[in-house]
């Protein structure tokens, strides 16, 4: 692929336009990064509120989003990348994912985008070996990418990424892309310099975005900014919960009628006096180890009932399902509703929604992990892989079903559809691409090891009688 040179100047006036972009973008994204790490804004608490106040607003906080982002990316994993017509794994697969070790990353970049909306890769060759693909996972809040029409396009027109933007601290040292080099980035408050020019020799933009929904506009949209809202509802909740149950969860006892006790002088027995000249009561002391006694006939006692905290708890329970239900994370997995006992098939009815999301993640980071090895491919020298536009990842099957279930639905498959066994392996979940690999051979030696077993039984079988 031809691809015209970029002036230095061009480059440099592109990268000041990414720095503003980030600058643009960086306020949200800190803010969904606050709340995913539990910095939340506080409940609502008066303006005259005490120690104790603020001290059960801090213990209030309850988040709930870190659980909204694990459920679906724990079911999201990679195990193969075969090109079309192919059932093994792609050379690209070997040398550019398991080098890069993105079976353990793969997980971060997942939990990024559908935290943020997005997350980026970079697939750049290596610095020593221009044959080896180095694949990066980048944060969003460290990225930013111009797109000719970012709904649609593969490859954005350049990327600039600095790891914190710069302020009053200095500049910023970082990395700028487009589709002939990669530069050294120095940032400060108002341009962005570039030094260091490394061709690549890719013909893109060696940055691949990882959208977890996107529009037509071009815009993302990840799972935890939505809930913002229903998150500090449930905060403001069990901060009044914990109000009414430190300060109003326990029966008042109450006393009318009585002439409190007075200070006296130790020595005279005369009552004490305040600065005012009135006698000083002393305190009477009401717990449930004492019996309240008073010596005047008009004494009344009695007691004002603690405040109900159930409530409370059905308000923060009904928040948890509207969570649920927004985010589309089944309830059990943010602790509401009676789920003891469950069978594997109303385990997989619960999870049904959550799977038709992941699905839909699915579709849409697998492209972008297939354009990353047919990126890998062109470094590789794989022309063939670079140019496979029908090659697929192969994801684990993380749905609720059963072993049992799972093999007996492909054993049916084999009788009565006649479906190669060998074509159903990749169906039984459990096992990896390498696992099945060695199935094969295993199978071979198995046959050959029953074969050997019948011909030693044929072998010692005593002979027939003689034919007369």
């Known amino acids: 692929m031809t691809v015209s040179a970029v002036s230095l100047a061009d480059a440099t006036t592109r990268a000041t336009r990414a720095l503003e972009g980030l600058r643009h973008d960086r306020p949200r994204l800190d803010r969904i990064d606050a709340y995913m790490r539990g910095r939340h804004a506080g409940p609502y608490t008066p303006r005259n509120a005490s120690k104790e106040y603020r001290l059960l607003a801090e213990r209030s906080i309850s988040n709930f989003l870190p659980m909204v982002v694990a459920a679906p990316s724990q079911a999201l994993s990679v195990e193969g990348y075969h090109r079309s017509g192919s059932s093994e794994d792609a050379p690209e697969w070997r040398s550019g994912w398991q080098p890069n070790r993105l079976d353990e990353r793969q997980a971060a970049v997942y939990r990024s985008a559908i935290t943020y909306g997005h997350s980026f890769t970079v697939v750049l060759p290596h610095k020593s070996d221009p044959t080896r693909p180095v694949i990066r996972a980048v944060s969003p809040r460290c990225m930013w990418a111009a797109y000719d029409d970012p709904a649609a396009d593969e490859w954005p027109l350049y990327a600039l990424e600095l790891r914190r933007l710069p302020g009053v601290e200095g500049s910023v040292e970082g990395w700028f892309y487009d589709e002939t080099a990669v530069y050294r980035a120095e940032a400060d408050e108002e341009k962005v310099t570039l030094s260091q020019k490394r061709l690549h020799g890719l013909g893109v933009c060696p940055v691949r975005r990882f959208a977890a929904q996107v529009d037509l506009e071009g815009r993302t949209t990840g799972a935890v900014e939505p809930l913002i809202p229903l998150q500090d509802r449930i905060n403001q909740t069990v901060f009044d919960l914990l109000i009414s149950q430190t300060y109003g969860s326990f029966k008042v006892r109450t006393v009318s009628g009585m002439t409190p006790p007075l200070k006296r002088d130790p020595e005279t027995g005369e009552p004490l006096l305040d600065a005012d000249g009135n006698p000083i009561a002393r305190p009477v002391t009401a717990d449930a180890s004492r019996l309240l006694m008073a010596p005047d006939a008009d004494t009344r006692f009695g007691t004002l009932d603690e405040t109900p905290l159930t409530g409370f708890i059905e308000s923060v329970g009904m928040s948890l399902r509207h969570l649920a239900v927004v985010s589309q994370v089944p309830p059990h997995n943010l602790g509401v509703g009676d789920m003891i006992n469950l069978s594997a098939e109303a385990l997989a009815a ?97 046959d050959s090891s029953v074969r050997l077993a019948e011909s030693l039984t044929r072998a010692a079988a005593p002979a027939g009688p003689a034919g007369g």
């Open 350 to 446: 619960t999870e049904a929604v959550m799977m038709r999301m992941v699905a839909e993640y699915k579709r849409s980071f697998g492209e972008s992990w297939e354009s990353d090895m047919r990126l890998s491919a062109r470094i590789m020298g794989e022309r063939e892989g670079a140019e496979d536009l029908a090659s697929q990842v192969i994801w684990t099957d993380a749905e609720s079903r059963s072993l049992s279930q799972t093999v007996d639905a492909l054993g049916k498959a084999r009788q009565m559809l006649d479906v190669p066994a060998r074509a159903l392996w990749s169906k039984i979940p459990g096992f990896t691409d390498t696992d099945r690999a060695s199935w094969p051979e295993m199978a071979a030696e198995e």
